[in-house]
Nanobody, 123 residues
């Protein structure tokens, strides 16, 4: 059984920074790709960032240059460093584990999801 637990969300002013963490369980944490998605009220889930087991990364167009995804396999933790935050970044952020070593911008490519952590950026 795989469990993913996010933390690090909160309330920050425009231009601020946050670092989200996602701790995973299971003996194969480092084998699979990992992703971050977000969902704001009334909106569809949106791809934010992902990192493959090879270290290749991908970012959504709206966060490119501001967010950085990284992984520490020894700690079974994936991080999302968020800088220059904007009010439109306000959402619940979810981490997810890919079905394979590869990554995708499609949520259907991910089989395990965390419970989410709220990020609110005040204007």
């Amino acid at each position: 059984q795989v469990h993913l637990v996010e933390s690090g969300g909160g309330l920050v002013p425009t231009g601020g920074s946050l670092r989200l963490s996602c701790v995973g369980s299971g003996p194969t944490f480092g084998i699979y790709g990992m992703g971050w998605f977000r969902q704001a009220p009334g909106q569809e889930r949106e791809f934010v960032a992902a990192i493959a087991s090879s270290g290749v990364t991908d970012y959504g167009d709206s966060v490119k240059g501001r967010f950085t995804i990284s992984i520490d396999n020894a700690k079974a933790t994936v991080y999302l460093q968020m800088n220059s935050l904007k009010p439109e970044d306000t959402a619940v952020y979810y981490c997810a584990r890919s079905v394979s070593t590869y990554i995708s911008r499609m949520g259907s490519h991910y089989t395990y999801w965390g419970q989410g952590t709220q990020v609110t950026v005040s204007s």
